[in-house]
């Protein structure tokens, strides 16, 4: 004997669990989970370390002028992001980047600080041991 003809139609529909919640629904086609809030939930299970990365911060810009050194050609009078020199009130020439000396509290360049330790290195070595 044949089975009623409602129940030949509704024997591929059948109830399955969403892996998140257990509840029982059935699937339409590929479906695996009941909701999108579900599929969504098991996503961030497996993968946990999805946090976004800290922003980078950018640092201020320095404005050039302020750590550059420029030198008067009448007085040779040096100072730091000043273009003018006040004793001359006249413009002054760009040595080089720069800022104030830590000991003397003048402008330095950053050329004057790599000449000077360039010169102590390219000294010859002597020997103050002579055979006799």
Known sequence: MLPPRND???DIETTT???TCATAFTPTRRQRYRTPACRQAAWRARNPD???PPPIVVPPRTNRRDITV???PECDN???GKQWCHDCNRPCVRVDLGGLCPHRDQPITVRDITDQH???TDKPLTS???AA
């Open 8 to 10: 030949i139609r509704n």
């Open 118 to 120: 360039r010169a102590t």
């Open 17 to 19: 669990a969403c892996p």
């Open 70 to 72: 420029y030198q008067c």
């Open 50 to 52: 999805q946090t976004p």
């Open 128 to 130: 103050t041991n002579t």
């Open 78 to 80: 040096r100072t730091l």
